[in-house]
């Protein structure tokens, strides 16, 4: 059963986000052999529709005017929408990234459709496209199935394979113009916060402290590791709340939850709703001066003993492995 | 100010999760407040006793989300309405819910419409925005900060990260991002006086809806416990070998370095 979907390339900073590769690669598996096509909104960005091909796209529709620069759920929602009416497709994808966050709802409100949120696998199964999504924070899994209507889900950045780059492949690109009005909320300043590093729900390497780290010069040590391995940091809700580090790097059931290849906690005691935001990650490794705590228990590495010999000793022997690597 | 909160029962973060029939069983379970809701509540009382007004708590639930409304009167809340949709709806969705709440709502003349940007449970964040369009109003989620003047909104949206400050105006709907606030705990004569509060019950017919009007349109057909992992190596010996040994194993069996 073949379905034209269509998937929202996100752009930041004029490059195409990872997390469209692996919607395209998600969109592949429910058109079951249909059309797959790139959507790409803003003020100029013509020049990423190879990439998006190159990743898998077949085609690509353009939208292009200055009043989508920035995202505005308004402009995006009018831009989005337009192609939806231009192509009436069966199926939709978008990253579950802050903007797919704001707008998958509102599109899926706006068509009466349903949606399946922060999908981290998809696959076709008896007659269906079944979504595998997280619950409870991970603590549990469900899988889904849409009932009526567009097939639409938002991809979990960093669980779906995106398909193999192809540098060779070609596909046509189109431009559909669409005044874009009304925008009721207008931003007025952006704050950049997010400083060094990889942004934490895409990275592969996550290294992040709690309240062991005792203070904001206590992540020190990690930001080094991070960079060392091209990771970001993050923390425990404890080092938040003791103002070592800023709210955005929380990783937990009322944070962020991140599911990296490899998660190294260090001064993390474990608790459940800290768990919750990182026990799905490939590989854990945890650094506790206390041999009971908790996070031993779900660690695949343990180390006993104090963040700030290990963390300095295992950046330098990571910088060994990389040169001689 | 005319101002509603979307409020979601959901389990205590402490709670272990099992699967019993199929389903997450509730037994024994502790119930709270969603806590991103918790933060539209504070704000909402925060809101109301600067600029005066009303605040309604809404939950779709059932007869057990009583509860969570009274604490929510507690806090400082006005009223309360609960759509208990029990008896006719067995497996809702957020289309679902959105278009109930909407149905609910479209008639209220809300200035201000104020909910957790997600749920713990269900994680999928959708209500807030469709609850909007379906009311035609903007909406910003994931708020860390709000100022009202008049009709005038200036909020601080949190974006990974970054911090984006949007000008808009009411009527408006919001969704609380952890850091807009403080929630109060319920002061003791607070939860006295929630029990003479208004809570008001409806059910779908109250709304002149049926249930074809609001059927889902997905559908859980699996629920499952991820795999339990199983004890991990804790390294011993001397702190420099530790690290080696960790590195190796990190490249060599782990294979992620």
Known sequence: MSRKVVVLGEVRDGSLRNVSFEAIAAAKTVAEGGEVIGVLVGESVSALSAELVQNGADRVVLVENEKLKQYTSDGYAQALLAVIDQEQPEGLVLGHTALGKDLAPRIAGKLSSGLISDVTAVEEAGGNIVFTRPIYSGKAFEKKIVTDGLIFATVRPNNIAPLEKDESRAGEVSSLSVDIKDLRAIIKEVVRKASEGVDLSEAKVVISGGRGVKSAEGFEPLKELAQVLGGAVGASRGACDADYCDYSLQIGQTGKVVTPDLYIACGISGAIQHLAGMSNSKVIVAINKDPEANIFKIADYGIVGDLFEAVPLLTEEFKKLKVHS | ?257
């Open chain 2, 1 to 257: 100010m005319n101002i509603y909160v979307l409020m979601k029962r959901t389990f205590d973060t402490e709670e272990k999760i099992s699967i019993s029939g199929g389903k997450i069983n509730e037994d024994g379970a502790e119930f709270i407040i969603n806590p991103y809701d918790e933060y539209a509540i504070e704000e909402a009382i925060q809101l109301r006793d600067a600029n005066g007004g009303e605040i309604t708590v809404l939950s779709v639930g059932n007869e057990e989300t009583e509860k969570q409304l009274r604490t929510a009167l507690a806090m400082g809340a006005d009223k309360a309405v609960l759509i208990n949709t029990e008896d006719d709806i067995e497996n809702g969705d957020q289309y679902t819910t959105a278009k109930i709440l909407a149905e609910y709502l479209k008639d209220k003349d809300a200035d201000l419409i104020i909910g957790g940007n997600v749920a713990i449970d269900g994680g999928s964040g959708q209500v807030g925005p469709r609850v909007a369009e379906l009311l035609n109003i903007p909406y910003v989620t994931t708020i860390t900060k709000l100022e009202i003047e008049g009709t005038n909104v200036t909020v601080t949206r949190d974006v990974e990260g970054d911090a984006e400050i949007i000008e808009t105006s009411l009527p408006l709907l919001i969704t609380a991002q952890q850091g807009l606030n403080e929630p109060r705990y319920p002061s003791l004569p607070g939860i006295m006086k929630a029990k003479k509060k208004p809570l008001e019950e409806l059910e779908l017919d109250d709304l002149d809806l049926e249930e074809d009007d609001v059927e889902a349109k997905t559908k859980t057909i699996e629920i499952y416990l991820p795999p339990k992992k199983e004890a991990g190596k804790v390294l011993a010996g001397d702190l420099n070998d530790q690290v080696k040994e960790l590195v190796h194993l990190l490249h060599t069996e782990a294979k992620v370095i």
